[in-house]
């Protein structure tokens, strides 16, 4: 168990340390996102209600999600390193587990300026919306760091990754929506408790499957 | 160490192995050689376990940790020095004395003053010589080598030539090459792919 | 190889019978309900046609473990024959669905049915599938990918169905509730008979495709192998 956990965290510090040195993916999803809320400011009708403002939420950080993706396995594609992986003794989920994790923290960094900048252009969000995001991000790095390596065998890499992700997103978006929006979150944030635990062991359980031949 | 009856591999309808046999006995060193295209990486990929045969029996004696591997490409990561790529590769094949030993393998591969750049800076030279320190580095039962020989310079080639005369006895060598002769030597089999 | 395909003209001819007699009972059998008038009709077809489609997803992600667990080739094409069915049949449920909301509510579309709504959700994942499939080289590395992802589809229906259910409130009128089926006797099995003919329907097209694609297969190792 310690052996996994510490190829887990080889794993992640390797990409943590990638990102770092080559500051290309966190400057453009965080622009990127800035920039599709104030795309949201023009696109919102007046008197569009505030909840509106919440689901655009939603779709902002989906879609930042995705443009992070789509690089995810870059570093893995140059060297041909994947088959390096896949050699090394280590269990395969755990290369999944380990780019899940660098992932997240990725994600997270953003949101830490990406939620304020909304609070300041929006609407506040309260302790039940953030928690939305914070469930939702785990769903979104697992299944997503799993859809982009699939992705990544196909000729159409970066075209064919939203349209896997996005129908597996929808239930995100509706615990995380739901959660910031309605008088008992408890259920939204249950429900994507779930949704994360449920993918989270499936994708576990099948990584092996997407690498090997 | 590796026995294989029959070994079919198809990628779809593509036929690219039809009925290979092998037989690899401990300590031995296989070389194989065949026109492009014969499907050498194919079957060496095959035997280190990167795919699984279509069709015929095969049966490889260690286990994935005791295998090393080159292929064509380096499996390197090139935005993290030399030192940075086999640390990690050393942490996951848990390597014993991991710093010690990837001293000693850059040093004697002649990596050492190379060792905090990045092997995006490498010349080709420099980065198959990084990638056959990577296949050496947990001291593998069984070597697997796919054209070790490409892109060494003479000096590169002297030192190839050294390591796998050191360790031929030892250890068990799978090599595919397109120049036969040089290794001819220390081959105790050959298997020539149409 | 002859003899699992030979009864299939006889199931074919026998489904033509039942879909003929379902149509029949559809029209003019079955009382006209007193909610919605004529176009309740298309309920009957609309419902098994559904029903259907759930299945074919769940044949094809049973084959799709198959394939994962002995990575025998015949399991990649029984999935993905029973994903693509699924898919047409799936495309048939938002039609006949569709058609039913223009009849009964005047409108081409309504996000309150939450059976609407799913169905797109999964055609859109399924629609996914597919070009994921063909734009990835034919052979084990594109059949693994296609079974995981055929297992991401299988979970996404409950999950989806449940979130579907959070994000809105349901108009869809109930088929079966706890107390058995809302409909009389002669509706009952008009159901009976067209999710009956429905089903055989599928069948028949599962195995009529299936042989199809085999021998499509076999003639490309033929063609390889005199190469």
Known sequence: MTGYLADVATLARKDLRLELRARDTLPAMLLFVLSTFVVFH??????????????????????????????????????????????????????????AAAVLVFLVAIEVVALPAFALFFEPLDGAAVAGVALANVGICAVGTMLAAMAAASRTRELILPLLFLPLAIPLVVGGVGSAISPEPGRYLLFLALYDAVFAIICWATFEYVVTE | MIQARGLQKRYGSKRVLRG????????????????????????????????????????????????GYLGHESLLYRDLTALENLDLYGRLYRVPERRERIGMLLGRFGLWDARNERVSTFSRGMVQRLALCRAFLHDPDLLVLDEPFTALDGEGAELLDRELATLSGERTFLVATHDPHRLAPLASERLALA | ?????????????????????????????????????????????????????????????????????????????????????????????????????????????????????????????????FMLRFSVEDGPRR?????????????????????????????????????????????????????????????????????????????????????
């Open chain 2, 20 to 67: 290979v046999d092998l037989d690899l006995p401990r300590g031995g060193f296989l070389v194989v050689s065949g026109p492009n295209g014969s499907g050498k990486t194919t079957l060496l990929r095959l035997c280190a376990g990167l795919a699984l045969p279509s069709g015929g029996t095969l049966a490889i004696e260690p286990e994935r940790g005791r295998i």
């Open chain 1, 42 to 99: 023009f696109a919102l009708p007046q008197g569009s209600g505030e909840n509106a403002a919440q689901g655009l939420l939603w779709v902002a950080l989906v879609f930042t999600a995705l443009l992070g993706l789509a690089r995810s396995w870059a570093p893995e594609r140059e060297g041909g390193v994947f088959d390096g992986l896949v050699l090394a003794p280590c269990d395969r989920s755990a290369i999944w587990l380990g780019k």
């Open chain 3, 143 to 227: 059949s693994s990918l296609s079974a995981v992802y055929a297992l991401f589809g299988v979970v996404l229906v409950p999950v989806s169905f449940f979130a579907i259910r959070l994000a809105s409130d349901f108009i869809h009128p109930t088929v079966f509730n706890r107390e058995g089926p809302q409909m009389s006797g002669t509706m009952f099995a008009t159901f009976c008979v067209a999710w009956a003919a429905i089903t055989l329907l599928a069948y028949v097209l599962y195995r009529v495709e299936l042989a199809g694609k085999r021998l499509d297969l076999s003639v490309r190792e033929l063609r390889e192998a005199l190469a």
């Open chain 3, 1 to 129: 190889m002859s003899s699992p395909n030979s009864r299939v003209p006889a199931l074919a001819a026998l489904a033509t019978v039942l879909v003929g007699a379902s149509l029949v009972l559809v029209f003019f059998v079955a009382p006209e309900d007193a909610d919605q008038g004529i176009s309740q009709r298309i309920f009957y077809f609309h419902v098994p046609i559904a029903l259907t489609a759930y299945a074919c997803f769940g044949w094809g992600a049973l084959k799709a473990l198959l394939y994962l667990w002995r990575k025998d080739d015949r399991y990649d094409l029984e999935s993905y024959v029973g994903i693509h069915l699924g898919t047409v049949f799936g495309s048939l449920t938002l039609l006949t669905g569709s058609i039913w909301a223009k009849a009964s509510w005047g409108i081409w579309w309504t996000w309150s049915s939450n059976q609407l709504v799913l169905f797109l959700v999964l055609f859109l994942f399924y629609a996914a599938y």
